[in-house]
Structures are given as C-alpha cells and as structure tokens.
C-alpha cells in the first residue's frame, strides 16, 4: 500500500466517523431535547453515542478506503448491493459488523467482496449476467462466478441494466 493509499484510507475514515458521530449525537439530543431532559442528561448520553458513531464511523471509512484501492483510474462505482448469504444455516452477523456479503457494480465491472475481502472481480466484457426470477447468476469465462439473492427488492434489474449498459452478455 502506498503512501497515497494511506492518506486516502485515513480521510475515509475520519470523514465516516465525523459524519456518524454526528448522526448518533442527533439522535441521541433531538428527541432529549424536545423531551424537556436537563443538559447534564442530554451531554451524560451524547458522549458515548459519539464515541460508538465515530467508532463505527472508522470501520465503513477503512472498509470503503480499501475496496477504493482496486478501482481502476476513471473506474466509478454505479452501485453498492448486499447479497444473501448462499446457504441457510448462516447466522446474520451483529449489527456493528455490517453486511458479509456485497457485490459491487462499477463502471468497468462486477467485484463481489466478504466485508474488506474482495473474492473476485472481472470486467464486463468477461461476464454473462442471467436474471433466473429472483436471483442473478453471473458467468465469467463460461463457469458460474455466482448466484446470488439480494437484499433490496429490484436490484436483480438494476444490475441486468447496468450490465447491458456496458457490454456484458
């Protein structure tokens, strides 16, 4: 990792956790506020709501930073999914974990990561990309690469979009 990768990765993360300290402390002081709670109250539970935000805040901006790092130049991401797990015995992970699973739409291609880890990633013209009812599979060099259920409704047809959009089959 260079030294600009670095910095890159660090900005990511103090901006992630600025901007969800922020949030929590928000959460946490409006609603006190407007309930009439003394200052002493409001501050006796903003500080640690602040201290978990920033905290969480720093694991989406490292996260972010390194999956930032295999972008091509000029690469731009056109859309971040959550994928199911494939199996059904999977317990969901906690809540401060995140998503395990996340296939990530660019200009260039498909990526598909496990949080930090990225599994594969192949550009368009490699890809074949099936809409099979619900599920997508996805084909690079006539082998399945995956078959996945996601999380938010419609985005098996998003994806197909974007795929023709840019050249896959």
Known sequence: MDEGSRRRIG??????????????????????????????????????????GAWTGVRIGRRRGIRDEVLEPG??????????????EHNPPSAHEGPQYQLRVTTHGMEMWERSVLLWRHPWRELRVITDGPRLRVHHDGNEAGAMLFQQPGAVQEIRRVARQYGAG
């Open 11 to 52: 900005r990511a993360e103090r901006i992630g956790a600025a901007v969800t300290a922020l949030l929590a402390v928000v959460a946490v002081v409006g609603p006190g506020a407007e309930a009439g709670l003394p200052w002493w109250a409001l501050v006796a539970v903003a500080v640690p709501a602040a201290g978990l």
């Open 75 to 88: 690469e731009k991401v056109v859309g971040t999914y959550t994928v199911r797990p494939p199996y059904t």
